[in-house]
């Protein structure tokens, strides 16, 4: 198993940490020549409950994972933004920070290239200022759903913000990053990403509302109360996920319009029956019910997690599966074999995370049968024919921070 399945990981935290350090100015130095002015790290994240309700303007409840992007940064004051990331091939990239507007970088230089352009857009680097030197390595799974971008976009922004003191709160870097991958890299992603990997706390999941950025963190410290939580990357990617994806928002935003409401948030759960009745076309009842429920349901999740009493969330996570797969239609046979199969095999509960189609599945288990668990989940995709799927553990990790000094 990838990741820190052992009890003692929390501990072994500061020696990563220094590890990491050490290896990111290393790296700046062999690629850039002289030192880092410091090491930044961002995290990935997994979202335990709240799927496909981000642009209902509704709830979301993403806690940051182990796994991080590091930035080695050193200003430049002559304008030259030089970006070297030691998990692709190609070398180093150099773009004038100055002239940079969308389309002027490719692939992954985008990501960090456009939260340049997005300090600027918003007049906090003026002149020649903006230059910076980054080396960029991390450990988050790229493209498993786990928000390898917007790990990679915050650290650069965390980076930066200390390089020019521009001394902008977290919910400020989160929306300049998101406004970086919507406009300069070209993904409609929602906040969700970079407030968690911006704004979560060790042992908490933040529960957030999407609509104002309320945030609050909310304890789900899983080692205390000897529980784990893995994350199961089916390492499926179906192709049809994109154009998917573009028909429930769509499907969402005219359900909306229907009801009268200026988004989905905001049909109350007591009211759910009359709003499926009043819906002229049935197609649309579904999603209905699938968002005004996983709302209720990421709810349902903080008030059990406030009472001190998380294994109870096993089977609202169930349930949000069984509403993502029947009502939204957006899960898949590996991720559907995942919750089964785990469940089958004692787990607390299941449900598969991020946008569907693929990706990842998040499976809550008591601590002692952890191990067992995943060997099932293994055995399950071995015997159905599939990839063997990869597993992590998602320990509540801190967001965005300084690493040294
Ligand atoms: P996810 O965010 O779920 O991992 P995305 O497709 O949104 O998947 O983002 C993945 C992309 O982000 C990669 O294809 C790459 O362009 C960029 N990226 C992420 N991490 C790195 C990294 N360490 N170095 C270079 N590019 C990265
Ligand atoms: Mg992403």
Redesign the pocket.
């Known amino acids: 198993m990838n990741g820190p399945l052992d009890p003692e990981a929390g501990a072994e935290a500061e020696a990563l940490n220094a590890a990491q350090t050490a290896e990111a100015a290393e790296g700046f130095r062999a690629v850039h020549g002289g030192e880092p002015t410091g090491i930044w790290a961002a995290p990935g994240r997994v979202n335990l409950i709240g799927e496909h309700t981000d642009y209902n303007d509704g709830f979301v409840m993403p806690l940051a994972l182990p796994h991080t ?1 590091r930035v080695a940064a050193a200003r430049r004051d002559d304008g030259v933004l030089g970006l070297h ?1 030691a ?2 091939s190609g070398g180093t990239v150099r773009l004038p920070a100055e002239k940079l507007a969308p389309g002027t970088a490719d ?2 230089a985008a ?1 960090p290239a456009g939260v340049v352009w997005a300090l600027r857009e918003a007049g906090l680097l003026s002149g020649r200022e903006g230059g910076a030197d980054l080396y ?1 390595r ?1 450990d ?1 799974p ?11 976009e915050v650290a650069t922004a965390v980076a930066l913000n200390d390089l020019y003191g521009l001394g902008l709160a977290p919910e400020r870097i989160a929306r300049l990053c998101q406004r970086a991958e919507n406009e300069f890299v070209g ?1 409609p992603c929602g906040i969700m990403d970079q407030m968690a990997s911006a704004c979560c706390t060790a042992g908490h999941a933040l529960h957030l509302d999407t609509r104002d950025l309320a945030a609050r963190q909310v304890p789900f410290d899983l080692a205390a109360a000897g529980l784990r939580l893995l994350v199961v990357d089916t390492r499926v990617k179906h192709a049809l996920g994109d154009g998917e994806y573009a028909r429930r928002r769509a499907g969402c935003e005219e359900a909306a319009a229907a009801l009268g409401v200026a988004a989905l948030r905001d049909v109350p759960y007591g009211e759910l029956d009359t709003a499926l009745a009043g819906l002229a076309d049935p197609a649309l009842r579904p999603l209905v019910r699938h968002v005004v429920t996983e709302n209720r349901r990421v709810e349902e999740v903080v008030g059990l997690l406030d009472a001190g009493d998380p294994r109870s969330i096993g089977p609202v996570l169930t349930a949000g599966h069984a509403s993502l797969r029947d009502d939204f239609a957006v899960s898949c046979p590996e991720l559907d074999l995942v919750v089964e199969t785990a469940n089958a095999a004692g787990a607390l509960g299941a449900r598969m995370t991020g946008g569907g189609f693929g990706g990842s599945a998040v499976v809550l288990v008591e601590a002692a049968g952890a191990e067992e668990v995943g060997a099932e989940v293994a055995d399950a995709f071995d015997a159905a024919g599939h990839p063997a799927p990869r597993l992590f553990e998602a320990v509540p990790s801190t967001g965005a921070r300084r690493l040294d000094g």
């Not at 790229?142 to 990679?152: E, F, H, K, N, V």
């Open positions: 992007t990331s998990d692709v692939g992954w990501y960029i991390s988050v790229t493209g498993a759903g786990l928000s390898s971008s917007a790990a990679l993904v």
